[in-house]
Nanobody, 112 residues
Framework: VQLQASGGGLVQAGGSLRLSCGAS????????VGWYRQAPGKQREMVGT???????TYADSVKGRFTVSLDAAKNTLYLQMNSLKPEDTGTYYC???????WGQGTQVTVSS
């Protein structure tokens, strides 16, 4: 199983980024799949999850700003991040629930 996250970068507060997570060896559409982030010195936290049947869930801190979506044909999970804040800075990972797979993550840095 491989999870390749990409799309991170340096952006000013108020800006937008779109993260992608391409998967191989696992079908994302049959899982609950989520984006998680970890800032230096902090625990990893859930950002948002997607399930084909149950829809999406979001952390309170990103509701209304972030959108998780899945392109099943491409087996790719996306995270559209708008109105970014400095506290959104961290390494972002995608993770299928009930598995041990995390991938290498992609760094997001939001400057004030």
């Amino acid at each position: 199983v491989q999870l390749q996250a990409s799309g991170g970068g340096l952006v000013q507060a108020g800006g937008s980024l779109r993260l992608s997570c391409g998967a191989s060896g696992i079908v994302l559409a049959i899982k609950t799949v989520g984006w998680y982030r970890q800032a230096p010195g902090k625990q990893r936290e859930m950002v948002g999850t997607f399930n084909v049947n149950d829809g999406t869930t979001y952390a309170d801190s990103v509701k209304g700003r972030f959108t998780v979506s899945l392109d099943a044909a491409k087996n790719t999970l996306y995270l559209q991040m708008n109105s970014l804040k400095p506290e959104d800075t961290g390494t972002y990972y995608c993770h299928p629930s009930d598995t041990s797979y995390w991938g290498q993550g992609t760094q997001v840095t939001v400057s004030s």
